[in-house]
């Protein structure tokens, strides 16, 4: 048996401090395959008696083209996820109000806090341009990729994976700045954008969004993002190798 390991079945913190059956389970499992390092240390540590025949195999997507150059003049920012708590949408709100240069910033993505996001844009200064987006298809967040120009994808969850938003964002060669959740720092560091402590401020996002702004060359992180996609989020590359590790049990 070999049982794939992601997020909400592997964190516990995630299921209230608890998740049922695992001394049941976990005896019966022959091999333990994660998707990221820090799944990998989370789950060997809290039940070494148990985790054995510990695999990394990751996630990854298809590359679907590169993101077109932006203006100069107006940074655009994006996000992608679900508008839930743990993803920290008021956060880079708040964020966004402590900045006076001219934003725009894409929210793609509905849910629970749909009204306190709507609600809380209202009072954003008028350099911030925002554009929520709601719910797309994922064919239709790619096609926004291919012809929209985005300088930054931002990600601030207290809680993740390794985020599938991210890698689609490196594989068109958006820089990224996220928070350090979970296995997040695998794929972002400072050669693609910036990685951010999870408990962050308001204050040092916005200030980490302002440096972004200051670069000379941002034109480096956009080749970095690509090449990290190609060396750790290939779908074509990381699919094959764990298809060939099924196939040689």
Aim: aromatic share 10%; glycine share 6%; proline share 5%.
């Amino acid at each position: 048996s070999v049982v794939r390991f992601h997020g909400t079945d592997l964190y516990e913190e995630r299921k209230a401090g608890y998740i049922p059956f695992r001394s049941v389970l976990f005896p019966s499992i022959d091999h333990f395959v994660f998707i990221s390092e820090d799944g990998k240390r989370y789950l060997t540590r809290k039940y070494l008696q148990w985790v054995h025949n510990q695999h990394l195999f990751r996630l990854g997507v298809p590359d679907q083209g590169l993101n077109p150059q932006g203006k100069p003049d107006v940074l655009h920012l994006v996000s992608c996820s679900y508008m839930v708590p743990v993803k920290r949408i008021p956060l880079l709100i708040e964020a966004l109000m402590l900045i006076d240069m001219p934003v725009k910033w894409t929210h793609i993505g509905s849910g629970s806090q749909w009204e306190e996001v709507d609600r809380l844009v209202k009072k954003l200064p008028q350099n911030i341009e925002v554009e929520l987006m709601g719910a797309l298809k994922n064919s239709e967040v790619i096609e926004y990729y291919r012809q929209t120009p985005i300088d930054i994808f931002m990600n601030v969850s207290e809680s993740e994976g390794v985020p599938v938003s991210i890698m689609e964002a490196l594989s068109f060669g958006i820089p990224v700045i996220a928070t350090n959740a979970g296995g997040t720092g695998e794929i972002v560091d400072e050669t693609v954008g910036a990685l951010l402590p999870v408990a962050i401020t308001a204050d040092e996002l916005a200030s980490a969004i302002k440096d972004f702004s200051l670069l000379a060359d941002k034109e480096i992180l956009r080749h970095n993002a690509r090449k990290r996609w190609m060396e750790r989020c290939d779908a074509s590359a990381n699919y094959n190798r764990f298809a060939d590790f099924l196939s040689e049990l």
